[in-house]
């Protein structure tokens, strides 16, 4: 909107200040004015993000308007300029250009040329704008429905992530594997002061101990067999950023006292020297494990624990979750047709959806996509079946899973047993119905409210299960 549109008339005539200020604000501009480059470079040092626009004359007293444009450029790049000259030649508009204007307008000019080129800069900008809304809801659209889920579970988490992310702490991210640990960390950093920083990505479950220490902390020429050159590590990489140690419970015992050196102290010492070198790192670690259980077992630093374990995250597999199920199998279904050429018309069918729903996934999010993937490529005339997604055909177990060594009454196994049915045929019935309470409703012959009541208990949403 106009009124929104700020802009800076700079000229020494106060007669052609004047008239530009008065018609621009006619036009609903916000409009300031300026008898000299000094006087505009003032106002624009203090206040650079209150314009949108720069009108100036070239020739000033004193500085003028070229050296303007090349200092105004410095201080705030986004601002548009025209300039106003009586003196216009080619030459003067290549400079002009050189420098950044926008436009330029000869004098003299009437209303009308005045007004045709500002408009044209505001539509520029508003076009900007509306541009960046909609790469930033697009963005936090993906992160939310799709990458992450919509489910109330993982709600919790992205509101967890929004309040932690401008935080400056280290903090600990717990899940089983494919649960999306890495991109709840990625997102984080996103979010973050640290945002135009690197995103360093550690996996310490991948490297045995000699090359992690390596990795982690980088070495001098002549370290060990094959370091021909000096090279950084990733705590080097990741300065003034984040870095995500994946894995950290799979670090071994020895290396971990050096971690907490450069966790605590926020310098490292590169393999083979004695050197120390300052970094500006934050720590997003993650592990699959209880590392509060593997402190007890004397497999992981009590101290090291609590310097990573400022906050704590905790991503909740796919299982605990199942209505976030149809909409990440739809938007991994769109991703893998367009990304492989595939049929755009392929779907999965409400019946395989609910199938979907009941199964386990012990692979989370992860086996989730690997799955479609697999059934966009083996889909047959445009049709999708449960051996492609499942190609053993399980089913979800009956008895939820427990650890060999839990010790569990036969009341909680029941109240577990019922709860897992319960939140399974609910999920089931939504995705058949595409979310519909009423529908859903009158399908299991309960109660609207007895319905929305379960959902509530189980935290499952409606609108999870709703079609693209």
Same mark, same amino acid.
């Given at each position: 909107?106009?009124?929104?549109?700020?802009?800076?008339?700079?000229?020494?005539?106060?007669?052609?200040?004047?008239?530009?200020?008065?018609?621009?604000?006619?036009?609903?501009?916000?409009?300031?004015?300026?008898?000299?480059?000094?006087?505009?470079?003032?106002?624009?040092?203090?206040?650079?993000?209150?314009?949108?626009?720069?009108?100036?004359?070239?020739?000033?007293?004193?500085?003028?308007?070229?050296?303007?444009?090349?200092?105004? $450029?410095?201080?705030?790049?986004?601002?548009?300029?025209?300039?106003?000259?009586?003196?216009?030649?080619?030459?003067?508009?290549?400079?002009?250009?050189?420098?950044?204007?926008?436009?330029?307008?000869?004098?003299?000019?009437?209303?009308?040329?005045?007004?045709?080129?500002?408009?044209?800069?505001?539509?520029?900008?508003?076009?900007?704008?509306?541009?960046?809304?909609?790469?930033?809801?697009?963005?936090?659209?993906?992160?939310?429905?799709?990458?992450?889920?919509?489910?109330?579970?993982?709600?919790?988490?992205?509101?967890?992530?929004?309040?932690?992310?401008?935080?400056?702490?280290?903090?600990?991210?717990?899940?089983?594997?494919?649960?999306?640990?890495?991109?709840?960390? $990625?997102?984080?950093?996103?979010?973050?002061?640290?945002?135009?920083?690197?995103?360093?990505?550690?996996?310490?479950?991948?490297?045995?101990?000699?090359?992690?220490?390596?990795?982690?902390?980088?070495?001098?020429?002549?370290?060990?067999?094959?370091?021909?050159?000096?090279?950084?590590?990733?705590?080097?990489?990741?300065?003034?950023?984040?870095?995500?140690?994946?894995?950290?419970?799979?670090?071994?015992?020895?290396?971990?006292?050096?971690?907490?050196?450069?966790?605590?102290?926020?310098?490292?010492?590169?393999?083979?020297?004695?050197?120390?070198?300052?970094?500006?790192?934050?720590?997003?670690?993650?592990?699959?494990?209880?590392?509060?259980?593997?402190?007890?077992?004397?497999?992981?630093?009590?101290?090291?624990?609590?310097?990573?374990?400022?906050?704590?995250?905790?991503?909740?597999?796919?299982?605990?979750?199942?209505?976030?199920?149809?909409?990440?199998?739809?938007?991994?279904?769109?991703?893998?047709?367009?990304?492989?050429?595939?049929?755009?018309?392929?779907?999965?069918?409400?019946?395989?959806?609910?199938?979907?729903?009941?199964?386990?996934?012990?692979?989370?999010?992860?086996?989730?996509?690997?799955?479609?993937?697999?059934?966009?490529?083996?889909?047959?005339?445009?049709?999708?079946?449960?051996?492609?997604?499942?190609?053993?055909?399980?089913?979800?177990?009956?008895?939820?899973?427990?650890?060999?060594?839990?010790?569990?009454?036969?009341?909680?196994?029941?109240?577990?047993?019922?709860?897992?049915?319960?939140?399974?045929?609910?999920?089931?019935?939504?995705?058949?119905?595409?979310?519909?309470?009423?529908?859903?409703?009158?399908?299991?012959?309960? &109660?609207?409210?007895?319905?929305?009541?379960?959902? $509530?208990?189980?935290?499952?949403?409606?609108?999870?299960?709703? &079609?693209?």
């Amino acid at each position: 909107m106009k009124e929104h549109f700020r802009i800076l008339v700079v000229d020494d005539e106060v007669s052609i200040r004047k008239r530009c200020i008065r018609l621009l604000s006619r036009q609903g501009y916000q409009v300031m004015g300026a008898s000299d480059s000094t006087a505009a470079l003032d106002l624009i040092e203090k206040n650079g993000h209150l314009f949108d626009l720069l009108l100036v004359d070239i020739r000033m007293p004193g500085m003028d308007g070229i050296t303007l444009m090349g200092k105004v $450029k410095t201080v705030s790049p986004a601002l548009e300029i025209i300039i106003m000259t009586g003196y216009a030649t080619v030459e003067t508009a290549v400079k002009a250009m050189k420098y950044g204007a926008y436009d330029y307008l000869s004098k003299p000019f009437d209303a009308d040329e005045l007004l045709h080129v500002v408009d044209k800069v505001h539509e520029k900008k508003t076009l900007q704008e509306e541009i960046e809304d909609l790469r930033n809801q697009l963005k936090d659209s993906r992160e939310r429905s799709f990458v992450f889920g919509s489910s109330v579970a993982m709600n919790r988490v992205m509101n967890a992530i929004e309040k932690i992310a401008p935080v400056d702490c280290n903090l600990l991210i717990y899940g089983e594997s494919g649960t999306g640990k890495e991109l709840a960390a $990625k997102a984080i950093h996103d979010r973050s002061g640290r945002r135009d920083q690197p995103f360093v990505v550690a996996d310490c479950a991948a490297l045995s101990a000699g090359i992690l220490e390596s990795e982690l902390f980088g070495h001098v020429k002549g370290a060990f067999t094959g370091a021909h050159t000096d090279r950084k590590g990733f705590f080097e990489k990741a300065h003034k950023g984040t870095l995500f140690l994946d894995e950290v419970s799979e670090i071994p015992m020895d290396l971990q006292g050096k971690l907490l050196r450069a966790v605590q102290e926020q310098t490292i010492v590169r393999l083979g020297s004695v050197e120390p070198v300052k970094v500006n790192v934050r720590i997003i670690a993650a592990t699959n494990r209880d590392l509060e259980e593997r402190v007890k077992e004397n497999a992981f630093r009590q101290d090291l624990f609590f310097r990573l374990n400022v906050v704590a995250l905790i991503m909740p597999p796919l299982r605990e979750r199942c209505e976030d199920i149809p909409v990440l199998a739809g938007h991994f279904l769109k991703y893998y047709t367009a990304r492989l050429n595939l049929d755009q018309r392929l779907h999965i069918p409400d019946e395989i959806l609910s199938m979907m729903c009941a199964y386990d996934w012990p692979g989370n999010v992860r086996e989730l996509e690997n799955a479609v993937q697999r059934a966009a490529v083996l889909a047959e005339n445009g049709n999708i079946r449960i051996e492609h997604i499942l190609p053993s055909g399980l089913m979800k177990a009956g008895f939820p899973h427990v650890q060999a060594d839990q010790e569990i009454t036969f009341q909680e196994m029941r109240r577990k047993i019922v709860d897992d049915f319960t939140r399974q045929y609910l999920a089931r019935c939504l995705a058949l119905n595409e979310g519909n309470i009423t529908k859903t409703a009158q399908a299991m012959n309960m &109660r609207r409210t007895s319905l929305q009541r379960l959902m $509530k208990q189980f935290g499952i949403c409606g609108k999870s299960f709703k &079609r693209a």
